[in-house]
């Protein structure tokens, strides 16, 4: 059985940092393209960005581009989304997505003062 | 960035067949958009229905299927059952940028 379990999210001031997590398991991580969507409060899914599978090709969404940056460590399965100069419109709830199919439950992230 | 369209709501009768569409602003949708489709359920994470257009996940209910239709994707629902209602958004992929609808709100009523 496929697992994706999102980790470390919370509270955030603006122009702060965070790096969220997702640890993988039921599958060959190493093997599958990974992305990360987000939902702001009682808002729609935003797709954010994507990892190919060694971690050399990525992808992202304008409204995150220079500011986040997706990475991988196979040996650990894990991805990471670093978050810098966050905004109040980064506040939402970050999903962990594997070739867009199968979807962790999310970590919220707040941004605010 | 290119802007994906889908009605904002739908009512579809228990039993009733009902079709979600999906345009992009930038002309027709192809099956190089590879159109997914997803499900959420209120209070939910989402679930993947469809990829690439037609193809059901295993977990897929066989009443969902997706085609192309009239320039844009398409989801048609039929025999539709009260776990259908749930917000529904398709995904199109624009030179490796991928792209959210608004969303559909379908209520089985």
């Known amino acids: 059985e496929v697992q994706l379990a999102e980790s470390g999210g919370g509270l955030v001031q603006p122009g702060g940092s965070r790096r969220l997590s997702c640890v993988a398991s039921?599958?060959?991580?190493?093997?599958?393209?990974m992305h990360w969507v987000r939902q702001g409060p009682g808002k729609g899914l935003v797709w954010v960005s994507q990892?190919?599978?060694?971690?050399?090709?990525?992808t992202y969404a304008d409204s995150v581009k220079g500011r986040f940056t997706i990475s991988r460590d196979n040996a650990k399965n894990t991805l990471y989304l670093q978050m810098n100069s966050l905004r109040a419109e980064d506040t939402a709830v970050y999903f962990c997505?594997?070739?867009?199919?199968?979807w962790g439950q999310g970590t919220l992230l707040t941004v605010s003062s | 960035q290119a802007v994906v369209t889908q009605e904002p709501s739908l009512t579809v009768s228990p039993g009733g067949t009902v079709t979600l569409t999906c345009a992009s602003s930038?002309?027709?949708?192809?099956?190089?958009?590879?159109p997914y489709w997803v499900q959420q359920r209120p209070g939910q994470a989402p679930t993947s229905l469809i990829y690439?257009?037609?193809n059901r996940h295993s977990w897929t209910r066989a009443r969902f299927s997706g085609s192309l239709l009239g320039g844009k994707a398409a989801l048609t629902l039929s025999g539709a059952q009260p776990e259908d209602e749930a917000d529904y958004y398709c995904?199109?992929?624009?030179?490796?940028?991928?792209?959210f609808g608004g969303g559909t709100k379908l209520t089985v009523l």
């Open positions: 997505v594997r070739l867009l199919s199968e």
């Open positions: 039921g599958f060959t991580f190493s093997d599958s393209w």
């Open positions: 990892i190919n599978t060694d971690g050399t090709t990525t």
């Open positions: 930038t002309g027709a949708v192809t099956s190089g958009h590879h």
């Open positions: 690439d257009t037609i």
């Open positions: 995904l199109l992929v624009y030179s490796g940028i991928w792209v």
